[in-house]
């Protein structure tokens, strides 16, 4: 069987950044596997503007952004393989892969990155009620179709979801020419970005409906209508609420999925993020093999996918060269009240470095709360949050030093403050 | 006439008040009076989209406007954008409307196609 030191399953953002951060460390023998045409991921079709702002000082497109990572790719010559599919990673780190040059090949490798994105929940998903007409797509697929392809997915658009995307896609087919009739979401509030909400809707004047969802789908073989309705607290359509949109398509922006499939066949443990369980280096409970970027947890800047993804390319590189040190006691990260998720999953202390670094989801919008931090029922750290937003990842450190025991559970969750 | 905005320059998003002087309230700290002033008295956008290119590995190239432009002048600007058509090779920074509109802003790729 072929062998590689380090193999590196997706080249988007988070698969080059890890490479990068492996070479840097010392590691020659990488590949990187990717199943598109192009390196770059999902950066090569969000042509709007808002990456880099951290990491390169600078506001830029998502292709100028992968533009950047690419460039470092080349420069150091890491080799990478494009239209190759990766179909399966087993425990003891065989990849399989196939494209059309070699056909099935597996391969051996010392560590593995996983940086294989997220996918966008579908309508299959959510079973709305009613005909399954054309016209309905994802936002993912209809900024594809439109910013690569050239195509316009319809003439008169409602949009199902609030996420950033939905928003961006809303803003990008109005200027194509196509009338957007409205936003709806079920929350009672916007799962987008301020900044998106006003640029993207109010510029535009294009309604939102929160609290309301799409009740019916109509259509014969083209969509012909959708019927949206208000929902109660249990987010059950109420009825006599109904509003009509005569439509030819439906776009959703219902929200991203790690694409964790491949690690999950594999045996690694899950996560709450529904990626992997990982540790402060980002890897897995194979020893091993890594997880950064999209497929770990969904993020919503670049900036941050590509400074995980050098910590788990550095880690990669460690584990290669024997120094990356393991102890056997673990502390255990769990999400509290008021949190979605938390990575990482565990710590390991004898490896961890002085400052630990929690990345984290609230679940729903809140004002004047403390996110506190409790170590085997201690508090140990608590810090105040005038606004904090499910739509924007939190990110916090903590000095080791601040955990006394190198085994138990830091809890973290969210108090409201007192009046 | 007042005007009410909303506030994007962080994740509070005060709800802001700008009167036809230009003064600010409902701002929790000065970033937003900056916006507010700015959003009524000139506001602009950096416009992004895709151009049609031929020679190319795909059917399109992203673009944006190289600074932000008026707002009022999107849409004229994105005629002008639906309109063009370019050849590979295309670089990054490669001027493919110059001067958009009179707007003193150059439109430039955002993207490397190479010419197949
Ligand atoms: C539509 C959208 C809009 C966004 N807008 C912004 C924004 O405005 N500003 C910002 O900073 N961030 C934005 N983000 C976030 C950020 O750009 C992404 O989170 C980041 O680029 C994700 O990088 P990634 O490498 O984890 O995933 P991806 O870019 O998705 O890369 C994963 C790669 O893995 C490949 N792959 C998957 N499975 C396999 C397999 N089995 N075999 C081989 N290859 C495989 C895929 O083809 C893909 O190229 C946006 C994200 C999305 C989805
Ligand atoms: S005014 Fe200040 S606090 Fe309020 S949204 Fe703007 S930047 Fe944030």
Redesign the interface.
């Known amino acids: 069987m072929k062998t590689k030191d380090l193999v590196i399953i997706g080249g988007g953002s988070a698969g080059m950044a890890a490479a990068v951060a492996a070479y840097d460390k010392g590691i020659r023998d990488i590949l990187i596997l990717e199943r598109n045409e192009f390196l770059g991921g999902i950066l090569n079709q969000c042509i709007h503007n808002g990456f880099g702002l951290t990491l390169f000082k600078e506001e830029l497109t998502g292709p100028e952004f992968a533009s950047r990572l690419i460039e470092q790719i080349k420069e150091r010559k890491i080799e990478y393989k494009l239209h190759t599919y990766v179909t399966n990673i087993s425990h003891d780190k065989v990849v399989t892969y196939s494209n059309a040059k070699e056909g099935v090949v597996e391969l051996q490798a010392k560590a593995i990155v996983m940086a294989a994105g997220c996918y966008e929940r579908n309508a299959g998903a959510i079973g709305i009620p009613g005909d399954r007409p054309a016209g309905i797509l994802t936002a993912g697929q209809a900024q594809l179709f439109l910013n690569e392809y050239g195509y316009l997915v319809g003439k008169r658009v409602f949009i199902l979801g609030s996420g950033d995307i939905g928003l961006i896609m809303a803003r990008r087919l109005t200027l194509e020419g196509a009338k957007v009739l409205g936003v709806a979401e079920i929350c009672a509030w916007s799962n987008g970005l301020n900044r998106n909400m006003v640029q993207c809707l109010y510029d535009y004047n294009i309604p939102l409906y929160l609290s309301h969802t799409v009740s019916k789908i109509v259509g014969k073989s083209r969509l012909e209508k959708v019927i949206i309705s208000k929902v109660d607290e249990r987010m059950q359509p109420i009825p006599g609420t109904e509003m009509e949109f005569d439509c030819d398509t439906l776009v959703l922006s219902i929200g991203l999925v790690p694409n964790n499939d491949l690690l999950n066949n594999a045996g690694a443990a899950k996560g709450r993020s529904r990626g992997a369980l990982v540790n402060e280096n980002f890897e897995t409970t194979i020893d091993g093999i890594f997880s950064c970027g999209n497929v770990l947890h969904v993020h919503d800047l670049v900036d941050n996918v590509a400074m995980e993804a050098t910590v788990a390319g550095r880690s990669a590189a460690d584990y290669i060269l024997g120094n990356l040190k393991r102890g056997d006691k673990k502390i255990a990260v769990q999400a509290g009240d008021g949190i979605g998720y938390v990575v990482p999953g565990e710590i390991d202390l004898s490896s961890a470095s002085e400052a630990l670094e929690f990345k984290f989801r609230v679940r729903k919008p809140s004002k004047n709360v403390y996110i506190v931090y409790k170590f085997n029922g201690e508090v140990v750290k608590k810090v105040f949050k005038p606004v904090i937003i499910p739509s924007e990842m939190e990110i916090q450190k903590m000095p080791k030093s601040l955990l006394k025991n190198d085994q138990g559970t830091i809890e973290v969750s969210l108090v409201q403050k007192e009046e | 006439m007042e005007r009410e905005?909303?506030?994007?320059c962080?994740?509070?998003?005060c709800h802001l008040k700008v009167d036809e002087n230009l003064n600010v309230t409902g701002n929790f700290c000065p970033r937003g009076a900056a916006y507010g002033k700015q959003e009524v008295s000139n506001p602009t956008?950096?416009?992004?989209?895709?151009v049609?290119i031929s020679h190319a590995?795909?059917?399109?190239c992203?673009?944006?406007t190289k600074d932000p432009i008026p707002?009022g002048k999107?849409?004229d600007v994105?005629q002008s954008i639906?309109n063009t058509h370019i050849e590979a090779p295309v670089h990054?920074g490669d001027v493919v409307i110059a001067d958009v509109c009179g707007t003193g802003v150059d439109v430039v790729a955002?993207?490397?196609m190479e010419k197949i």
């Open positions: 905005l909303i506030c994007i962080c994740p509070r998003g956008r950096v416009v992004t989209s895709s049609r590995e795909l059917a399109m992203p673009v944006k707002k999107i849409f994105m639906i990054i955002t993207r490397n």
